[in-house]
């Protein structure tokens, strides 16, 4: 409990609430005094008595006290049924190899030693640098790597394998396997949940972001408040975009000048190039198919890429928008129907979308292959928003090259540092002979000139 009260006073004095070290002490104290640290209540009331000078402070201690002891806070509940796990693990004891996966999941099961296992991991992956939402599915899965349930540990890998050598029977192994994955995905909400608990005790009452151009800056450096801003650079940038591409398509309509024709149509004025003459040609505007990927390291980026090619939509023949984790889901039709803000708040929401799953991009191309490669046209750039982080799934590079076979070219956008491909679960390097362009996009101004040089 003194742990919890040393952070939670610093994220006041963060959030510019003036609490002195005497005035620390006496919360100690006070604290010490109750008969009953658990109601919530009197540990409130008495908090905000020994800490709080200001009234107009009063806003901050009450927001970060429900961040810090809300019983909504306690990583306990992981949603599963302790007892019917325990009986499960139980047949795992004896397994060869498993020994070490049993007492890791016992330990993050017991609901007494959650919380505190969950605080002593967060130190470990330095969960308290976390800045805005673009890094919760970063933090979330390093959360999960410490965890040791992260999908590519080889125990969680070679379970049914292991359980076969056992000699258990099939429908046993697969019972035990869904139990496991069941558990994992309970613990990756309560990872998720701390990720997001902490992010927003780190961003209670900062500073409003200052004149420094927002289109320059990372997206994974932005906070909060400045992504919400971002919706209006997004667009103005794409209305100066509209302006560039339309004045190179009238030049490019035009076309080069015909210096025979223009010379004989100006013998009447001696030879003096008056009238000009230029060899026109009919300019085709491209068609659009966009493949966002919507995880939750890259969702936001998702969310501007989305915003900036509806605004600049008309310039272009159709275009198409799908978004994806591991299954492709098509939301062309969800912003015909919507204004652009409604449509992308339902993408980031939607139910249709399995935003909890791993990402497998192998599965998203395969499936687009089998489903609308008869689409894709001379005239389609098919433009990749993804970090290919692909779980170490197979990541069916085939695929995407039945793609740009059929297609005008391939344009693949890498919010990631361009040295960490190919790094881990980085399936990049796959993809690379398969793209005509890659490009690294990690703030606005890059995702802008990326779509000036190459879609026109």
């Known amino acids: 409990m003194e742990e919890r009260l040393v952070e939670f006073v610093g994220s006041l004095r963060r959030a510019g609430v003036r609490v002195s070290t005497a005035e620390s002490l006496d919360a100690v104290a006070g604290l010490a005094k109750l008969d009953d640290v658990g109601d919530r209540p009197a540990v409130r009331d008495a908090l905000r008595a020994l800490l709080i000078k200001n009234h ?39 397994v060869e190899g498993l020994g070490d996966l049993v007492e890791r999941i016992e330990q993050l ?58 000699g258990w029977q099939p429908e046993d192994i697969e019972q035990m396997e869904q139990a496991l994955e069941a558990f994992r995905r ?17 961003t209670v009452a900062k500073p409003a972001p200052g004149r420094e151009d927002l289109a320059e800056r990372s997206f994974f450096s932005l906070s909060e408040r400045e992504i919400r801003d971002m919706n209006d650079v997004v667009s103005e940038l794409a209305r100066r975009l509209r302006t560039v591409l339309s004045m190179r398509r009238r030049r490019a309509r035009r076309g080069t000048l015909d210096a025979q024709r223009t010379f004989r149509r100006n013998l009447q004025y001696g030879g003096v190039p008056i009238e000009l003459v230029f060899r026109r040609r009919r300019v085709e505007r491209p068609e659009i198919v966009n493949l966002c990927d919507v995880s939750g390291s890259v969702r936001y980026i998702a969310h501007f890429m989305l915003q900036f090619m509806y605004s600049i939509q008309d310039l272009f023949a159709r275009v198409r928008s799908f978004v994806y984790v591991r299954e492709l889901t098509e939301v062309t039709s969800w912003f015909a129907e919507s204004d652009i803000r409604e449509a992308i708040g339902k993408i980031l929401t939607s ?67 361009r040295l960490t491909w190919g790094f881990g679960d980085s399936v990049m390097n796959d993809y690379l002979p398969h793209c005509d362009h890659v490009r690294e996009v990690r703030n606005l101004n890059q995702l802008v000139r990326a779509v000036q040089d190459l879609v026109v």
Not at 66 to 92: I, N, Q, V
Not at 113 to 129: H, N
Not at 189 to 202: C, I, P, T, Y
């Open 56 to 94: 107009g402070d009063r806003p901050t201690f009450d927001r970060l006290f429900d961040l810090f002891f809300s019983a909504a806070s306690s990583a306990s509940a992981w949603g599963g049924d302790p007892e019917d796990l325990a009986r499960r693990l139980a047949g795992l004891r004896d």
């Open 109 to 166: 099961a017991d609901p007494a030693s959650l919380e505190m296992r969950m605080r002593g991991l967060s130190e470990d992956v330095s969960l308290d640098q976390i800045g805005n939402r673009l890094q919760v599915g970063y933090f979330t899965r390093r959360l999960l790597e410490r965890m040791g349930l992260d999908p590519s540990d080889p125990a969680l890998r070679g379970l049914g394998q292991a359980l076969a050598r056992a």
């Open 186 to 202: 309970g613990m990756r909400e309560v990872a998720r949940s701390a990720v997001e608990r902490k992010l927003e005790q780190n």
């Open 351 to 417: 139910s249709e979308i399995d935003y909890y799953n791993n990402s497998d991009f192998g599965h998203v191309f395969e499936s687009f292959r089998a489903h609308h490669l008869g689409e894709v046209t001379h005239r389609t750039t098919v433009i990749i928003l993804g970090d290919a982080r692909s779980n170490y799934h197979d990541p069916r590079a085939g695929a995407l090259a039945a793609i740009q076979e059929k297609a005008r070219q391939v344009i693949w956008l890498n919010p990631e540092n």
